[in-house]
């Protein structure tokens, strides 16, 4: 670790990058819209990069780690200023429980707004929320999730909050199911103004080109009743919301230096979220005691004999055959196939239901939730599955009990990595 003491005057600007922590042993400075004055400690960490403002003649230490360094702040090249009064005006316009929701590209600082947002409101006195709606690089839960915060002291990162409520989506992609991202938004911020919330911060995704992402962003606007909409370094999409939708629309620059994270970064970053959420004890349910969803396993099982004649048909033993609404779920063993054309022939003689395939392998890490009494979504990880006995084995964290499981489509690596995603697994 390198330590370094720096003597700044009133307005001097410098950017940090991290990891670092930083230490007001004189006078007083701003960082992330946090107010730091003597003896006050500030973190930031890898893969972020903030600017420090000095309020006041003032002495800082800051502690370098690997990689971390210092950069005199170019006054063109950083919007600190700007972010800082768009947040203060939105605060001086804000009645108790008004909602901004921040836009914009990947890595544009739509978190790093939120965080700062939230700080400013801390300093004057207001109780924030945060919910985080970016299930790809989420920080308040693990991927496929959404959260909410309700921080009460200054945030430098929002993955350091811990959730208050944690909602389940099941994709690390907003695509797929946007109505849920959306219903979900609007019960996070439910519950944040039960629990007192004087502002509400909602920062999205970096989807924000095509009509089918603008128009989830127009949805979502509208269903949270954002009465504020800050688009950070997309002007395009700045015009169009200001053009669309009746609300104040702030147009913010992105930084132009920045602590860039590679694609690599990007799924270390999810690698160590789903570890930091999923290790925890093994657990085994009932699945007759709770309701499933997501899953094929919360399906009919056909007769004995239709069974049969599916097993013959396609030439393997089935483990089960499960029926639901226009289409069956065929579960096999791990070292079973079956060939295309059976398959086919198969769909003939169901009168073109849909049929899905899925292995039954040893261990099936797939991501899923258990909601337990109190409605949280507790992140799970599915290891392995006894049709005959309807009985689960998870890992989480989470103790219980438990009313409602949820299955993804996303299996992991035993190091968290993605294995696949996109097709039902269970």
């Known amino acids: 670790m390198v330590k370094m003491s720096l003597e700044l005057s009133v307005g001097d600007m410098i950017r940090i990058f991290g990891s670092a922590v930083v230490a007001v042993e004189e006078g007083s400075a701003s960082i992330l819209g946090a107010t730091l004055t003597s003896g006050a400690i500030f973190t930031i960490p890898e893969f972020k990069s903030y600017v420090l403002k000095s309020l006041a003649n003032s002495r800082i230490l800051i502690s370098l780690e690997k990689n971390a360094r210092v950069e005199v702040a170019v006054p063109e090249e950083e919007p600190y200023n700007e972010w800082v009064e768009v947040a203060d005006a939105i605060i001086g316009g804000c009645l108790k429980g008004c909602t901004t929701l921040i836009l914009g590209p990947t890595d544009a600082g739509k978190s790093s707004f939120a965080a700062l947002l939230a700080n400013r409101s801390l300093s004057l006195g207001l109780k924030p929320a945060i919910i ?63 629990s007192g919330a004087d502002i509400i911060i909602v920062s999205s995704d970096g989807w924000i080109e095509g009509w089918s992402a603008l128009e989830y962003k127009l949805d979502l606007a509208r269903s949270i009743d954002a009465t504020h909409i800050v688009v950070i370094g997309s002007d395009e999409l700045a015009i169009f919301m200001a053009r669309s939708i009746h609300g104040n629309v702030y147009r913010l620059p992105r930084p132009m ?79 079973k196939s079956i060939q295309p054309q059976s398959l086919k022939e198969l769909q003939k003689r169901v009168q073109g239901k849909e049929i899905l395939t899925i292995v039954i392998e040893p261990e099936m890490r797939i991501l899923a ?56 697994v269970i």
Not at 150 to 157: A, D, E, I, R
Not at 159 to 185: A, H, T, Y
Not at 261 to 285: A, C, H, K
Not at 369 to 379: G, Q, S, T, V, W
Request: with cysteine.
């Open 132 to 194: 985080d709606a970016d299930v790809g690089q989420a920080d308040l839960g693990p991927p496929g999730f959404i959260g909410l915060a309700m921080p009460s002291s200054y945030v430098s990162w929002l993955r350091d909050l811990k959730p208050v409520m944690l909602r389940f989506i099941g994709s690390i992609e907003p695509s797929p199911l946007i109505g849920k991202i959306i219903s979900s938004c609007t019960e996070l911020k439910m519950k944040a103004l039960e």
């Open 257 to 335: 230096v920045q602590a860039l994270r590679s694609p690599e970064d990007r799924r270390r970053i999810r690698q160590d979220n789903y570890r930091r959420f999923l290790e925890g004890d093994i657990i085994e349910i009932n699945l007759d005691d709770i309701a499933v969803q997501g899953a094929c396993i919360s399906g009919k099982p056909v007769s004995r004999s239709v069974e049969e004649f599916i097993s013959e048909l396609l030439g393997t033993t089935l483990l089960e055959v499960l029926e639901y609404p226009g289409g069956l779920c065929l579960y096999l063993n791990e070292e």
């Open 369 to 424: 939730a258990l909601r337990d009494i109190n409605n949280y979504d507790c992140p799970a990880l599915l290891l392995n599955v006894d049709l005959e006995k309807r009985k689960a084995v998870f890992q989480t964290k989470c103790r219980g009990p438990f009313k409602t499981v949820f299955f993804s489509r996303i299996k992991l690596t035993r190091d968290y990595r993605e294995a696949s995603r996109g097709r039902i």
